[in-house]
């Protein structure tokens, strides 16, 4: 296939992850979900566990940062520059699927990127994060909606956009559809895009 | 295919009309778009034409017209209640694919309702209405970004909730995929939803 990077934007919940990594798998690329982090850790200068500790979290506004006399850039301000230039510098390498971290807005305006958001009803998040991520929580739902809430506010920040817009993306699923049928109507939309 | 109703919600030169023809064709299932008026006039005892000429428009708010001392409720209002109920009525009764008028909003929490939402960027959608759709304008990328906002305001005022937000439909495709390949990724996640 042509060079082509895939980003995957979802809700939590969703299973985007894990059809993120079935749509690498099918089209024969690499996928990059905490498999970013190593190369984020080399680029910033941070250790991998630092970088992990705050991989995906807003900062405080810089505005605090001022007010609190701080001379440098919050950490996840730095761990998202580094990121930024390790996305970019994927893309020019090689095709692969990258998961979250603002991806697509970091690579807006490239040529060759496929953006797709997955999402589902808040039940269906609810069960699956109960039933199949091994998460434990007093109150699921609630704790599904809190997560929500920190990667709305982590995209907001950084991307400085309207998170779960339809025209962000190339191709937006609701993935109750099913694990595998979203990942064919994926693969089948970047077989079509790259004209084969 | 088991009884469903398709809803299509699209951004003013997308091509998602034609989208949603093609998608009923291919499913052998009718279609509604202009096809609506008839039986809105029909429910409202407006004639066909009155109805064309308030066709999706968005009313002045009812505020304005307690202001302004009206008795009833503006046509546009009383359009849309019987186009609500023409719409549930068609639900009830057959398998269709039905093109704007806030047929997602109607049909909320109904069973076998599948929402898609046609996007694409604002050159391609220029360039469609310019050179396909036969329509006249000094400047065509203002003319489709005021028909984009009429559209949004008569969402916004009668489904009162956000247009064009991924998580409210089942599946949003930018159309500059190709129309054909747009209605083979709908069709095959209808067939996938039915377990086809």
Redesign the interface.
């Known amino acids: 296939m042509k060079k082509t990077v895939i980003t995957i934007s979802r ?1 939590y919940g969703s299973g985007g992850r894990i059809i993120g990594k079935k749509v690498a798998e099918a089209l024969g690329i690499s996928f990059y979900d905490g498999e970013l982090l190593s190369l984020v850790a080399k680029e910033s200068g941070y250790t991998v566990d630092f970088v992990r500790q705050n991989d995906q979290k807003k900062t405080q506004s810089l505005l605090y940062h001022l007010y609190m006399g701080s001379q440098i850039l919050p950490a996840s301000d730095m761990i998202f520059i580094a990121q930024s230039k390790v996305i970019k510098d994927l893309q020019e390498k090689e095709s692969c699927v990258i998961v979250g971290r603002c991806a697509d807005y970091v690579l807006r305006g490239r040529d060759s990127v496929i953006n797709i ?1 997955i ?1 589902a009803p808040l039940l269906s998040r609810t069960e699956r994060v109960k039933n199949e991520y091994g998460e434990k929580a007093d109150n699921y739902k609630s704790y599904v909606q809190k997560q929500d809430k920190s990667r709305i506010a982590y995209y907001n920040y950084f991307a400085d956009d309207a998170w ?4 962000t ?6 993935s ?3 694990i595998d ?1 979203a990942v ?2 994926i693969v ?2 970047v077989r ?2 790259q004209g084969e």
Do not use: R
């Open positions: 809700e958001f999402h779960g817009k339809a025209q993306y190339d191709l937006s699923v609701n109750d559809i099913g049928n064919k109507l089948d939309y079509a895009k």
